[in-house]
């Protein structure tokens, strides 16, 4: 787990966040790599990960990064399971913070209903 998402996930546990902040160079996560596929359909919010939420992210890497969407969906997983709102959003956007106070520029993943912040 030495990679920078998953110590992000990591450390907004350890410092009782909120709100994950998983920037990327896409504005969230597809129905498939929209790179090659130009029907990639940006996808909703999403409630719990699941096998097909990771085969859609797969182990896709933008060459600006690391890991790609395959190791930002592993870090808002174990967020998501601490109770953690995370977004996935495009960090080349000016206005990618201001958003997250209301709905974000990105995506957002929620944990399941029950789970909150801080809970083991």
Known sequence: MGDNDNLSALAA?????????????????????????PQAELIKDVYGIDDALRAIAGDSVSGLGTGGMGTKLQAADVACRAGIDTIIAAGNRPDVIGPCHGRPAGRYLLPRPGVSAGEP
């Open 13 to 37: 546990i350890l410092a009782g966040a909120d709100k994950l902040l998983l920037l990327t160079d896409q504005p969230g996560l597809f129905t498939a790599d929209p790179r090659s596929n």
